[in-house]
Structures are given as C-alpha cells and as structure tokens.
C-alpha cells in the first residue's frame, strides 16, 4: 500500500511532488480513481496552472463530489489550495469550497510585480505541519491570486497585503506556497504530513 496518494488531475508540478516524496523515503500513488481516493492513507493535492481548467477536471472526474467528504489528512498546494477555496476569480469558478473564503487577484500595486515569484516569509504559525520550522522561515511562492486572511489561516505571508500563507480546517491542510520546492522547510512540512 502507498503511503500517500496523489490526485490526478488537469494541474502540473505532479512531477515535483514525487521527487520531494522520494527524498524523504516516502512511497506514492498517482490517481483520478475515486475509489482509490476514497481508500487512501493520506491524499496530496498539488497544482500549478489556470483554477477554472482544473476544476473542470475535477469536475469531469467526479472528484468535486468526494473531494471536500475526505476524512483521512489532505494537504493542497498552490492552486491545489486555491481549489479547496469557496470561489476563485481567476476563471470565475465555483470551487470545492472545503474552506469558506474566496480566491482573489492582487491588487495591481507600484513597486510589486504579478504574479509574485520568489521566496517569502511565513509568520505567525498555527499550524502542526510548521512543527520544527522556525518562526518566519522561508518558502517558494508563484502566484497572482491569494485566499485573504480568514478563521482557517494558519500562516501569514505577506505582499502587497497581509494574507493565507497556509489555511487548515479539520483534516485538510493547504499551502499557497510549493512546499515541494521550498527546500528544507518544505521537506520538514511533507515529514510532518506523513506523521499526522
């Protein structure tokens, strides 16, 4: 049995996450079969590319229907968790709505380009996946789109504005950033998603 399974849907960066698995020892299973959602261990649910597209696999899948009813530990990233949002304004999509806060586009702001591109601090945790990360550490980020500052936000990153660097409610977890490029501290957040 795989560790950790991955949704399979119309989102790059799958590659990514497999590498950043294998280097913490961590066997994996890529899947759009509901079924074999519905059994697995632990799910991750990464993502780079346009949210309207990507629900719209999802969709077609059937995987909006079983998606936000998961019980076992979930972790989105990037647009992963952009998908788990109530709606996302890129595309004006209705998403899975696993948390109940909007997708919204930067603000258009002299001094800051979009997207943001780059490395950017984390600060005020709450969240037991930063457990051995010190305050502010820093992750990868690229993005035009941020879910603002909410009940569910574990994590603060700022550009332009203060906003959810990391949102958690119940079993899902969700990180703006590519955990999986984030070097140390996105390796220490994969071993402390496996030990959930």
């Given at each position: 049995?795989?560790?950790?399974?991955?949704?399979?849907?119309?989102?790059?960066?799958?590659?990514?996450?497999?590498?950043?698995?294998?280097?913490?020892?961590?066997?994996?299973?890529?899947t759009d079969n509901p079924e074999e959602i519905l059994a697995a261990q632990k799910i991750i649910f990464p993502g780079v590319g346009e949210a309207s597209t990507a629900m719209k696999s999802l969709v077609d899948n059937g995987?909006?229907?079983?998606?936000?009813?998961?019980?076992?530990?979930?972790?989105?990233?990037?647009?992963?968790?952009?998908?788990l949002c109530k709606h996302s304004e890129e595309g004006d999509v209705e998403c899975l709505g696993v948390f109940d806060v909007p997708i919204i586009k930067f603000p258009k702001t002299e001094g800051f380009?979009?997207?943001?591109?780059?490395?950017?601090?984390?600060?005020?945790?709450?969240?037991?996946?930063l457990n051995g990360i010190k305050e502010n550490a820093y992750v990868y980020y690229n993005?035009?789109?941020?879910?603002?500052?909410?009940?569910n936000t574990v994590a603060?990153?700022?550009?332009?504005?203060?906003?959810?660097?990391?949102l958690q409610k119940d079993n899902f977890y969700?990180?703006?950033?590519?955990?999986?490029?984030?070097?140390?501290?996105?390796?220490?957040?994969?071993?402390n998603f496996m030990n959930l």
């Open positions: 049995m795989a560790d950790v399974t991955i949704i399979k849907y119309n989102a790059g960066n799958v590659m990514s996450v497999m590498y950043a698995l294998e280097r913490i020892g961590v066997s994996y299973h890529l995987l909006d229907k079983i998606i936000p009813d998961l019980k076992q530990p979930f972790l989105g990233t990037c647009v992963g968790m952009q998908l380009k979009i997207p943001q591109t780059g490395w950017n601090n984390l600060y005020n945790y709450n969240c037991e996946l993005h035009s789109f941020y879910a603002p500052l909410c009940e603060t990153t700022d550009y332009i504005l203060p906003y959810s660097g990391m969700a990180c703006q950033f590519h955990s999986e490029i984030s070097g140390d501290v996105g390796e220490q957040i994969f071993k």
